[in-house]
């Protein structure tokens, strides 16, 4: 992939004209792989390669390329599948979406294996004793799930987003039956919120730190107790405002 230069044009910042755009590399390329064994077995293994990128619009800031290697386990049914992907798995420190992060997506990576496999019914039956206790089923208990884990749980996309991960936890929420839709989809707007204002794998926020040259656990060590602070009053407010709805 060819660099591609920023035009000067109204409403363009100062210094960007002929300037290569942020996070844009010259070469990037994947090699990936499988092969499967046994009846239902599948295993896979690959590469990624990022060539070096400048950090802001103005060029200033540079960062390394690298090689990242990724690998793969699964096992098929005809109803379901079951997947493992490993991400990093030498734990190479780079600056991407997700810097230092390996065992924070690795977490993400099982939870929403398992969430998403809970909406088979194979699996559902399996793990409804573990989920039961989990997830809530009065307001109460939503206001309370919500307000202690919905700001560490929506970030770096987790499982408490309604998007990928998130949309599979709402389902098997929403199929349980026991939350009105309006209290639902109130108490969980704030999490939404939080990850679409301080989640460090949104390019908007990406260039926040990197215009403001803090480090991504600086970042959140100073937003995020805010937005969790957020998270758990709107939660309070939901409950005394909607908790009584049926």
């Not at 997830?135 to 987003?161: D, E, K, M, N």
């Amino acid at each position: 992939m060819l660099p591609i230069p920023v035009h000067h044009d109204n409403g363009i910042a100062a210094g960007t004209q002929g300037m290569v755009p942020a996070n844009t590399p010259k070469h990037a390329a994947t090699v990936w792989t499988s092969y499967t064994f046994l009846p239902n077995w599948e295993v896979g293994a690959g590469a990624f390669y990022m060539s070096q990128r400048y950090a802001n619009n103005t060029n200033t800031v540079q960062t390394g390329g690298f090689v990242r290697w990724d690998a793969m386990l699964a096992y098929h049914q005809p109803k379901y599948d079951v997947r493992l992907n490993l991400f990093n798995l030498f734990n190479k420190t780079f600056s991407d979406a997700f810097p230092d992060i390996a065992t924070m997506a690795a977490l993400w990576t099982i939870c929403g294996m398992i969430i998403v496999a809970g909406q088979t019914p194979e699996v559902a039956g399996a793990l409804k004793p573990i989920f039961a206790p989990i997830l809530p089923h009065t307001p109460l208990q939503a206001a309370i799930f919500f307000g202690v884990l919905g700001g560490i749980g929506s970030i770096y996309r987790g499982p408490l987003v309604c998007i990928g991960t998130g949309a599979a936890l709402l389902a098997i929420i929403l199929a349980n039956k026991d939350i009105p839709i309006p209290y639902l989809y109130s108490i969980w707007l704030a999490p939404t919120v939080l990850q679409g204002s301080m989640d460090p794998t949104n390019s908007w926020t990406l260039w926040t730190i990197g215009h403001t040259k803090v480090s991504h656990g600086q970042f959140l060590k100073t937003a995020l107790p805010f937005g969790c602070l957020m998270v758990a009053v709107n939660s309070l407010i939901c409950y005394l405002m909607l908790g009584s709805l049926n």
